[in-house]
């Protein structure tokens, strides 16, 4: 006979709510607790499928065993509301985001009750309403007084159909992945988060014994946490520009190759590359570099890439050696990691090899392996392991790595470098161009400049006059002249709104905070149960959280602690 699942669940789904089953008391330290936190949705227009029960029901499966067990389990759901599926959807469908994302939401809640699964609803969060979007303008707000808030211009992937920055995951194979026209890069101004300046606590933590603090979580996801952040210590280097007051720094983990740098590599989107080419080049320099903003940088990341190049017709000189060295530039060079600048060593690194084979290029050992067998007409990859220097001046014969340290010093003796450390993590870019997202928080006044929101004028709502939600090159904000326009808190002259909104990751970096306070309308969160409820005991959630929101989740707590 077939079992009457309709029937059954629904009579028990209703008991389990009169009865108040899955309720929670945050503020019951009676109990211990168990917090289970498993990734909230985005709530497009695809509903949930079968993959989303995938998730939820092994997730709760695990949730019910702790109750079993006689843990306060406290496992909350809600919806990453902002940001790019709920803002595409409503595009498609030419509606409202506001009124798409809440329908949507209605019916996804509907379909997660049906499972029957463990969540109190009345923890829920909604990171699209403004009584949540409050508080995360307050921590943007709170990160900028603490001078972890920068605006800068930088390099951004663009789509120049849709007139708008992507993230390099809205970049698919090199084209944007709402038209399919290929991305471009440009430098526009935005707003950063300093992550940066907590990448060594970022990293400490990876490594602290979990009985001391530190981070219970896979191995393979602390992995590659470490290899997301990058530390790389080495040596600042300068090589000053010949018929040139310019100097070129570089960044380099092997000084002690530095005896064997044949040519030195600009980022073709360097700020020194217009100055330094030399007339006769800037032709071709011009059309490297437009064909260079037509590639995303994880293309240009990529090792099997063939490599290519301009030369810009400048020199500089070697600081130790005095030779002179061609500058070149090449798209395997990012103006975003290090100097931008690159020291070539074809004899030991793969890239600058292949390149200086490509362009016919010198290519000098002086790194030379223990059995004495290196030999450049020999060579068909670059040499990368430790060795003794030679071709190395008074350092030949030392061994290599206890010649990284002698040449540091050396640099530093003779004033032209020193030693320092850099980090493949990045700033972290939060400026969109796009509607469906939390304001940023900021006024720019002509006379006074940047201004912060107070924080009694929080949340900085969004107009709900926008008719068009498509991008134009500049962000839909500023057709809201209603919204644009206002009085400077400071002189009270007439200033402008930010026009642009938050990347949702922003929102969702500090929501696991807010859960067991989603009731709180006086306070993002309250620190007595916070302390209690924290540290989330188990998260579910995929590897691709690994470089972004597990991470930024870290620095917001680590910076909200300072």
């Not at 990012?334 to 290029?361: C, N, W």
Request: with cysteine; hydrophobic share 35%.
């Amino acid at each position: 006979r077939t079992y009457p699942f309709a029937e059954k669940e629904a009579k028990w789904r209703e008991v389990w709510e009169n009865r108040g089953d899955h309720r929670v008391d945050v503020t019951d330290n009676s109990i211990p607790k168990q917090y289970v936190l498993c990734m909230f949705l985005y709530p497009s227009g695809d509903k949930l499928h079968i993959g989303h029960w995938w998730n939820y029901a092994p997730a709760d499966t695990f949730a019910r065993l702790q109750r079993m067990k006689g843990y306060q389990v406290f496992e909350p759901m809600g919806f990453d509301a902002f940001g790019l599926p709920a803002e595409n959807f409503a595009i498609k469908n030419n509606v409202h985001p506001a009124v798409s994302t809440k329908q949507n939401i209605e019916y996804i809640r509907g379909q997660l009750r049906r499972m029957g699964n463990m969540y109190d609803w009345r923890y829920e969060v909604n990171t699209s309403s403004p009584e949540y979007y409050k508080w995360t303008q307050w921590l943007f707000v709170q990160l900028y007084k603490q001078g972890l808030v920068e605006y800068k211009t930088a390099p951004l992937n663009w789509c120049p159909k849709d007139q708008t920055v992507l993230a390099n995951e809205q970049v698919v194979g090199g084209c944007c992945e709402r038209c399919g026209t290929p991305v471009e890069r440009r430098k526009l101004a935005q707003w950063f988060i300093k992550i940066t300046d907590f990448a060594d606590s970022l990293l400490e933590e990876l490594d602290r014994p979990v009985s001391e603090g530190g981070i219970d979580w896979p191995d393979k996801t602390k992995a590659s946490q470490k290899y997301w952040i990058g530390r790389s210590d080495g040596a600042s280097i300068k090589f000053p520009l010949l018929d040139n007051k310019e100097v070129l720094e570089v960044f380099t983990t092997r000084p002690d190759t530095l005896y064997g740098v044949t040519y030195v590599v600009l980022a073709p989107e360097h700020s020194l590359v217009q100055q330094i080419t030399t007339p006769e080049r800037k032709a071709d320099v011009a059309t490297y570099i437009e064909q260079t903003i037509k590639t995303t940088e994880i293309e240009r990341m990529a090792t099997d890439r063939p490599k290519t190049g301009v030369f810009t017709g400048a020199y500089c000189k070697h600081p130790l050696s005095g030779e002179n060295i061609p500058v070149w530039i090449a798209d395997y060079v990012l103006e975003s990691y290090g100097t931008g600048i690159v020291m070539a060593v074809p004899a030991h690194d793969q890239r600058d090899f292949e390149f200086a084979v490509k362009y016919d290029l010198p290519i000098r050992i002086v790194i030379q392996s223990p059995d004495h067998t290196l030999d450049v007409l020999d060579m068909t990859n670059a040499y990368t392991e430790p060795g003794v220097m030679v071709n190395s001046a008074h350092f030949d014969g030392t061994p290599s790595e206890e010649g990284i340290q002698k040449i540091i010093a050396h640099l530093e003796e003779q004033g032209v470098g020193s030693r320092r450390v850099t980090y493949r993590l990045r700033d972290w870019s939060v400026s969109r161009q796009r509607y469906w997202g939390a304001p940023v928080p900021v006024i720019h006044c002509p006379d006074c400049g940047i201004v912060l929101v107070p924080e009694q004028d929080l949340p900085v709502r969004l107009p709900e006059e926008i008719i068009e939600y498509r991008p134009k090159g500049k962000s839909p904000l500023e057709t809201a002249e209603s919204f644009m326009a206002v009085n400077c808190p400071n002189c009270g002259k007439p200033a402008r709104r930010d026009p642009d909104t938050m990347d949702t990751f922003t929102c969702s970096s500090w929501y696991y905070l807010r859960f067991p306070c989603a009731q709180n309308d006086q306070q993002p969160f309250d620190q007595e149960i916070v302390n209690r409820m924290l540290p989330v005991d188990t998260y579910i959630g995929g590897t691709e959280h690994t470089y972004g929101h597990l991470l930024y989740s870290r620095f917001v707590c680590y910076a909200l602690y300072k």
